[in-house]
């Protein structure tokens, strides 16, 4: 826990001296940037409640319920239990849940997909991989449990296997998209753009699944691949990804005949506010807005409203 956070620290002075020039950075400078537009689609951001429970120490990864109204999931980084924690829009703590036949050791983002026969399912990626010693990674899918169900244990998760078909990688950002069920991942790096990966819904449950690259992405920040979280939005034509500063959005063309022309799209960034450690992201389930947290106790619950 004290590497990391370590380690963690060091990022974000990187981040920020790279960002500005080696001068004090303050919260308006934070939000700028350098070669990227401001999304017009979006009011500013607004804390509207805080994280309450007291174990929740690094949220890292944010996701909105399509089953349930006004639920939020959530979970902690890496040396925490193999839990869920359910959340209400405020912040408010709603419940907390281990997942049955999952393993925690670098949980980084939760995302949700509601299937064709109306049950949801959270998606929880063990993606981490600061060191790089990993090759074989996993994705748990388990059914999303339902509040004050009297229950302190979900059924048990499925583990989806995974594994890049070049080098290893370190990544934060875990998304499902809303229609196909192709997950998608996006790597976290340093120096240089991320990776877009995508597994196929189809994919094989009984072996260890190669993801395939889609392409290169970066974002209007420095880093330009430095990426902790994001979302497809419900009606599968919007992506928001973050990373320590501010969100991202990338809008699909009207006329595009492939989800994946998303990624030639230029992003646009949506203010999130003050975050000292913003690894967390996801919109509404009505697409009407986007919620974030941060790490650290009693985080803020931030939501930035469409306009």
Not at 28 to 34: E, G, H, I, R
Not at 154 to 180: C, F, G, N, W
């Amino acid at each position: 826990m004290l590497l990391k956070t370590i380690a963690k620290f060091c990022a974000i002075v990187i981040s920020l001296s790279l960002f500005s020039g080696c001068h004090p950075v303050s919260s308006s400078d934070k939000q700028k940037n350098l070669n990227g537009e401001s999304s017009a689609d979006y009011e500013k951001p607004v804390v509207v409640g805080k994280i309450e429970s007291k174990e929740i120490s690094e949220s890292s990864g944010l996701a909105a319920s399509r089953c349930q109204a006004n639920v939020f999931w959530t979970h902690n980084d890496s040396g925490h239990k193999n839990e869920i924690f359910a959340l209400d829009e405020k912040g408010k703590s709603l419940g907390k849940w281990t997942v049955s036949g999952a393993e925690s050791k670098d949980w980084e983002d939760i995302s949700l997909f509601k299937d064709k026969n109306g049950e949801c399912f959270l998606y929880v990626g063990d993606i981490g991989n600061n060191t790089r010693t990993r090759g074989e990674l996993t994705i748990y899918r388990v059914k999303e449990p339902k509040i004050n169900g009297g229950s302190s244990a979900t059924e048990t998760a499925q583990s989806i296997k995974i594994t890049y078909p070049e080098m290893r990688h370190d990544a934060e950002t875990l998304m499902i998209h809303p229609v196909s069920g192709d997950i998608y991942i996006l790597t976290k790096r340093m120096s240089g753009a991320s990776a877009v990966y995508k597994l196929k819904s189809d994919f094989d449950p009984d072996k260890t699944n190669t993801l395939e690259k889609i392409t290169d992405f970066t974002v209007p920040a420095i880093p330009n691949g430095f990426l902790t979280g994001g979302d497809i939005s419900p009606d599968g034509r919007r992506v928001i990804i973050c990373d320590y500063f501010n969100a991202y959005e990338l809008v699909l063309p009207e006329k595009a005949k492939s989800f994946d022309e998303i990624w030639t799209q230029k992003p646009q960034i949506v203010e999130l506010g003050e975050r000292e450690i913003g690894e967390a992201v996801t919109y509404a389930a009505d697409g009407k807005s986007i919620f974030a947290t941060s790490e650290n106790r009693n985080a803020p619950f931030i939501q930035v409203k469409k306009k």
